[in-house]
């Protein structure tokens, strides 16, 4: 029996119809065959494996396919984006400093396309930040978080890169040839050998298993659990007609360690805005539904970035991408940025998304080796979309050449990169 005849045949049979075929759509789309598969255990040979389908590695996974590599992105949640959109954090920056675009290729083609497909329109990036009448945030690009979802995945898909969403590694061994990654998923256990890995869980969570080192103070900033009171979402806008901006109700203590401490930084901000509900008599019109993590473990790397050299823009020796942002620690206080100096630029340098005394593994994101105050800045979107490509392009000619990615000729990641539309420094 047909779901229609069903309702038709039900006690309140004409009520239920009609609510179902409001809410219901009626089209029909059938799944990709090559996902059904009956067995339990997967095995996947691939070159490069990305953890966490974030903000930096869709980026790192949509390069390394398009150079040619064999990928597979596995994310524990059910879509691409990360923080950008899962967390709702939907307005990336800085891809523009003092008058210049210094972060584009991937990243920026992603946000672009984005905003094309919405109908949206970018900012003024004519507009110089001066830090008094023209802010740092005038500069950031309001994306659909809903569409940037989807091209992420059409991308991938066109990239020839293999999504595996719910799945986690579980643990991870050096092999002759590289890593073996054993995953988890539900119904799905997946054994993954490949060449090399990128982890782009946010907070390194692939370098921690592995014991190599990692950085957390004592004190982290607070994450953040994004809503809608009252008026509903206006998604990639920020003004215009409805209001486009999210609340945000900031969680202390929030970190994106493992289930347990997401679980916990979850039921803290629901419940908070539940509290919030009740006591201002306003309607939820939309939450996001995780919470958004600004920090956690930061890699240990072979550079240390720190507030001196990002401040200063100092100019790696390899040095392979840009970021621009003031420095921007959220305490228990609030949050007061320190712009950066007229005419300074930082750099993140290669050196930054190795963790140090590894081999055949990279980082990008906000994990990246940096101390508290240089990740302040650095941890922002174009950064770690910049970074991610980076990292895609180095695992990818590293796997080519049967080396580490350290010991690839800088200037043969940096040709990769130009050749995929990136900015580098001193190329
Ligand atoms: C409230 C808030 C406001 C912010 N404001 C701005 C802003 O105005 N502009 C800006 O540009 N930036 C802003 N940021 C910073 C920026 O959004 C983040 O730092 C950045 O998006 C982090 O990117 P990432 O790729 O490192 O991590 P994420 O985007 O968080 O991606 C990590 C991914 O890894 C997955 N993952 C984690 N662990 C595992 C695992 N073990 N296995 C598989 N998958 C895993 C996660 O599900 C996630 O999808 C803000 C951040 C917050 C929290």
Partial sequence: MDRRKFIQYSAAGVALAATANQAISAEHVTMNERFINKELNITSEIDVLVVGGGTAGTIAAIQAGRAGAETLLVERGSQLGGTATTGGVAFPGLFHAWGKQIISGI??????????????????????????????????????????????????????????YYEFPESITKTAEGWQVDCLGFGTKRSVLCRQIIDCTGGAEVTGMLNLPRLRKEETQPGSMLFKLDNANNPGRANGPGPGLLDAIYVHGAISANSRTVTAANLTGRKAILEKVRKEKKRLMHMQPETAFRESYRIEGETIITVDDYTSGRVFDDAICYAFYPVDLHTKEGVKPEPLKKGIVPTIPLSALVPKGSSNILVAGRCVSSDRLANSGLRVQAPCMAMGQAAGAAATLAVRKKITPLEVPLNNIKELLVQNGAIVPNF
């Fill in 107 to 164: 990243g920026w083609e992603m946000v672009r396309d984005t905003v094309l497909l919405d109908g949206g329109t970018l900012p003024d990036f004519s507009m110089e930040i001066n830090n008094t009448t023209v802010r740092h945030w005038r500069h950031q690009v309001h994306v659909n978080q809903f569409i940037y979802a989807l091209l992420a995945e059409e991308k991938c898909e066109e990239a020839g890169v293999e999504i595996a």
